[in-house]
């Protein structure tokens, strides 16, 4: 069964630091993008960051730029976000996903999502 589980959600202070896993099984995914998407309370999802896999190119949204930082790891078939100087507004679910190329991820080519992982900015 191909799946992605996040792992390392929860509740933080702002200023804090947080940092999210995902795990990919089922099939490689080293050619793949993964990304980070989120959802806040009340609002639609929307894309945070991305990490290619052919050419290795990183892409932010501009609110998490300079804050946050994916990485992958192939060999363990695992993408990490990390997220620092939180704020309340980064308050969201987080989810891994993963698409063929940066610009599919984030125009609605996302081939798969895993189930999300709660994050909680406190103020």
């Known amino acids: 069964q191909v799946q992605l589980v996040e792992s390392g959600g929860g509740l933080v202070q702002a200023g804090g630091s947080l940092r999210l896993s995902c795990a990919a099984s089922?099939?490689?995914?080293?050619?793949?993008?993964m990304g980070w998407f989120r959802q806040p309370p009340g609002k639609e999802r929307e894309f945070v960051a991305a990490f290619s896999g052919r050419d290795r190119l990183t892409y932010y949204a501009n609110s998490v730029k300079g804050r946050f930082a994916i990485s992958r790891d192939n060999a363990q078939n695992t993408v990490t976000l990390q997220m620092n100087s939180l704020k309340p507004e980064d308050t969201a679910v987080y989810y891994c996903?993963?698409?063929?190329?940066?610009?599919?991820?984030?125009?609605?080519?996302?081939?798969?999502w895993g189930q999300g992982t709660q994050v909680t900015v406190s103020s």
């Open positions: 089922g099939r490689t995914f080293s050619s793949s993008t």
């Open positions: 996903a993963t698409g063929p190329t940066i610009g599919a991820l984030t125009s609605g080519g996302v081939l798969l």
